[in-house]
T-cell receptor, first 113, second 113 residues
Framework: QKEVEQDPGPLSVPEGAIVSLNCTYS??????FMWYRQYSRKGPELLMY????GNKEDGRFTAQVDKSSKYISLFIRDSQPSDSATYLC?????????????FGTGTRLTIIP | EAGVAQSPRYKIIEKRQSVAFWCNPI?????LYWYQQILGQGPKLLIQ????????DSQLPKDRFSAERLKGVDSTLKIQPAKLEDSAVYLC???????????FGPGTRLLVL
């Protein structure tokens, strides 16, 4: 069993829709949770991070963590064509947050104009 | 601020040949990472440097992979000899300090024939 499971998609939704991206994990030691966005032919860029259960909002993006269920989500409201990318969840066992990252496989998202 | 630079962007070699990748991190960033991203998978950490010292190389296949970071700035990753399964994107990332946000370069796409 992989430490981090992520539905690879692909996922296609119309512009303006709400998108839900999810990851599950098995390692209880994971303390820090991140979402990265990766455009084609580019490196990943950090989108959001959180270290506690609950919701964190940043503009159109909301990250949700449920440690009891070992489940994290990223919601995108009012999706735009520019949101088309691969979204990677990443997790770390360290309270430093950005060390020893374990990534999911990524979900390829396409927003249809 | 200039981002993480990597070269070459693409490389095609035959199995058993050698190849080297170069990375120039963001100026002033003490921590440097090399990741391997196989098609359809998330990045996997190969090696992490803090200045010019190795912090973590537990997932580096040391029989064929080597990396160095001279003078704590630029870094090179070498594969010798290459195998078919080494075909992947090799990503370099840097962070200001241990535990800070990682910034990724565009990667080097390697195809081993």
């Amino acid at each position: 069993q992989k430490e981090v499971e992520q539905d690879p998609g692909p996922l296609s939704v119309p512009e303006g829709a709400i998108v839900s991206l999810n990851c599950t994990y098995s390692n209880s030691a994971f303390q820090y949770f991140m979402w990265y966005r990766q455009y084609s032919r580019k490196g990943p860029e950090l989108l959001m991070y959180t270290y506690s259960s609950g919701n964190k909002e940043d503009g159109r993006f909301t990250a949700q963590v449920d440690k009891s269920s070992k489940y994290i989500s990223l919601f995108i409201r009012d999706s735009q064509p520019s949101d088309s990318a691969t979204y990677l969840c990443a997790m770390s066992p360290s309270n430093f947050g950005n060390e020893k990252l374990t990534f999911g496989t990524g979900t390829r998202l396409t927003i249809i104009p | 601020e200039a981002g993480v630079a990597q070269s070459p962007r693409y490389k095609i070699i035959e199995k058993r040949q050698s190849v080297a990748f170069w990375c120039n991190p963001i100026s002033g960033h003490a921590t440097l990472y090399w990741y391997q991203q196989i098609l359809g998978q998330g990045p996997k950490l190969l090696i992490q440097f803090q200045n010019n010292g190795v912090v973590d190389d537990s997932q580096l296949p040391k029989d064929r992979f080597s990396a160095e970071r001279l003078k704590g700035v630029d870094s090179t990753l070498k594969i010798q000899p290459a195998k078919l399964e080494d075909s992947a994107v090799y990503l370099c990332a840097s962070s200001l300090e241990f535990g800070e946000t990682q910034y990724f370069g565009p990667g080097t796409r390697l195809l081993v024939l």
